[in-house]
């Protein structure tokens, strides 16, 4: 019988140098492990500090380095080759940086007091869609900790009908930030175990999920911050990992992804060509009767889904030109361009996995609305391809909440034009650079 062949070492980065890989002295899962072992420490560092946003510049230090240590890990993963313990030493640093975090009083964001809030609103027979958190019927429910802290109380939800429905699961057992906390966490583990087995089962091995597992952004924004992101995440990774194989199952998670935040239906028309009939029908029907409820309810004078639409604005850059050459129609004009580009991968017969993260990308750069943790939905792909150039902008993206000293501003801050250009910039300047260089590769050979 012939001894285990070993797997090849892998190639993560996407405009990688050519040649061959060496070898690592160390054997790779004891070398990850180790720098896996810094991240860890550098987020308990973080979870020390008493407010992120007072002590921006501090905070921002140690992101820095967290960044650091998971560039080592991404350098670490090319290099490495499979071996059986690799799933456990990635499965037990994600788990443990985000335990690490789950202690963290928000301060960079206070959206988590509004999941709070709604949860115990809907939790309490109320109806967020058309109560907002000032309505004289709620004043019973008021208290210390969580109604003076939300965000626009004047307007009321913006989230889907499965969102509210998963914040107020949440309220009815434990109405706490908390609580919260470790809901949006739980389904992101999940999310690193699926990407986990969706790697390892494209026999590449458990590495490349390591480019969502372990990044500090992910990290910093759902098991710091507390944003729900991840719990809509599970239904659009869930759909494009069954789409082939269980593709009844893949239309359920995208129609229930959809209807706790909007942004998985950006891969429907993507698995609408693949699916077979009868999950196309259940998806659209799951669709229509779920959308049409939320769209029915967000109708009111103080609806903020139309807030959101109408005037929102954070951390822009392409959309700041659109808006000045074309003025009202800039947010039109954005949505035809995500369309457009979703036409022609659909017309290029992409696979739904690299149709959507297309669409997404550009979504993300044409949005007039880019908080650092939209990029989750950007970081869930890496593990297909990791993009130095995207997973630089998950670095440089903290500059959005201040640039070291807290803004004076504070939670209504925003972040300067020269600043945003640096912001995305240096991430643009780094594509184009491995762009000249694959293209003076190809030109040598």
């Known amino acids: 019988m012939e001894p285990p062949r070993r797997a090849p070492p892998l190639r993560l980065i996407e405009g990688g140098g050519a040649g061959t890989a060496q070898r690592v002295d160390l054997e790779p899962p004891?070398?990850?492990?180790?720098?896996?072992?810094?991240?860890?420490?550098?987020?308990?560092?973080?979870?020390?500090?008493?407010?992120?946003?007072?002590?921006?510049?501090?905070f921002?230090?140690?992101?820095a380095v967290a960044f650091v240590f998971f560039a080592l890990a991404l350098a670490s993963a090319r290099r490495a080759h499979a071996t059986r313990h690799d799933a456990l030493v990635l499965l037990v640093v994600a788990l443990a940086a985000r335990v690490a975090l789950l202690p963290v009083k928000p301060t960079l964001s206070d959206d988590v007091y509004r999941y709070v809030w709604e949860g115990r609103v809907v939790a309490h027979g109320g109806n967020p869609y058309r109560q907002n958190p000032l309505d004289p019927a709620l004043v019973s429910l008021r208290d210390r900790e969580i109604h003076p802290r939300i965000n626009h109380p004047e307007l009321a939800t913006i989230?889907?009908?499965?969102?509210?429905?998963?914040?107020?699961?949440?309220?009815?057992?434990?109405?706490?930030?908390w609580a919260m906390k470790l809901w949006i966490v739980l389904h992101d583990l999940v999310i690193v175990w699926v990407l986990l087995r969706w790697s390892?089962?494209?026999?590449?091995?458990?590495?490349?999920?390591?480019?969502?597992?372990?990044?500090?952004?992910?990290?910093?924004?759902?098991?710091?911050?507390?944003?729900?992101?991840?719990?809509?995440?599970?239904?659009?990774?869930?759909?494009?990992?069954w789409c082939e194989r269980r593709p009844l199952a893949s239309a359920v998670a995208l129609a229930l992804g959809s209807l706790v935040k909007?942004?998985?239906?950006?891969?429907?028309?993507?698995?609408?060509?693949?699916?077979?009939?009868?999950?196309?029908?259940?998806?659209?029907?799951?669709?229509?009767?779920?959308l049409g409820f939320f769209w029915g309810q967000t109708r009111g004078q103080d609806s903020g889904l139309l807030a959101y639409w109408h005037s929102w604005l954070n951390n822009e850059l392409l959309f700041h030109y659109l808006a000045l050459v074309t003025g009202d129609l800039a947010r039109w004009i954005a949505i035809t361009i995500v369309a457009?580009?979703?036409?022609?991968?659909?017309?290029?017969?992409?696979?739904?996995?690299?149709?959507?993260?297309?669409?997404?990308?550009?979504?993300?750069?044409?949005?007039?609305?880019?908080?650092?943790?939209?990029?989750?939905?950007?970081?869930?792909?890496?593990?297909?391809?990791?993009?130095?150039?995207?997973?630089?902008?998950?670095?440089?993206?903290?500059?959005?909440?201040?640039?070291?000293?807290?803004?004076?501003?504070?939670?209504r801050f925003h972040?300067?034009?020269?600043?945003?250009?640096?912001?995305?910039?240096?991430?643009?300047?780094?594509?184009?650079?491995?762009?000249?260089?694959?293209?003076?590769?190809h030109e040598g050979t």
């Not at 070398?31 to 560092?45: D, E, N, S």
């Not at 989230?159 to 930030?177: D, E, K, M, N, R």
């Not at 869930?380 to 902008?393: A, C, D, I, R």
């Open 30 to 58: 004891l070398a990850i492990a180790t720098v896996g072992t810094g991240l860890v420490l550098t987020t308990v560092w973080m979870a020390r500090l008493p407010s992120w946003a007072s002590e921006l510049g501090a």
């Open 60 to 63: 921002q230090g140690l992101f």
């Open 159 to 177: 989230y889907p009908p499965l969102g509210l429905a998963g914040f107020a699961l949440v309220s009815s057992i434990s109405p706490t930030v």
């Open 200 to 241: 390892r089962e494209r026999g590449v091995g458990p590495w490349p999920a390591l480019a969502y597992a372990w990044n500090p952004l992910v990290l910093i924004e759902y098991a710091g911050q507390g944003h729900n992101d991840p719990t809509a995440l599970l239904g659009l990774v869930l759909a494009l990992y």
């Open 262 to 290: 909007l942004a998985p239906l950006i891969a429907l028309p993507f698995l609408l060509v693949r699916w077979p009939n009868r999950a196309r029908a259940l998806a659209l029907g799951v669709l229509v009767l779920g």
């Open 340 to 411: 457009s580009v979703i036409g022609v991968a659909l017309s290029r017969k992409l696979d739904p996995a690299s149709g959507a993260r297309l669409a997404t990308r550009t979504a993300f750069l044409v949005s007039p609305v880019a908080h650092p943790w939209y990029l989750g939905w950007v970081l869930v792909y890496e593990p297909l391809g990791p993009s130095l150039p995207w997973l630089l902008l998950s670095a440089t993206a903290i500059l959005s909440y201040g640039v070291l000293v807290p803004p004076l501003e504070g939670g």
């Open 415 to 441: 972040l300067s034009l020269g600043w945003r250009w640096i912001e995305y910039g240096a991430p643009l300047m780094l594509w184009l650079c491995l762009r000249l260089r694959r293209w003076r590769f």
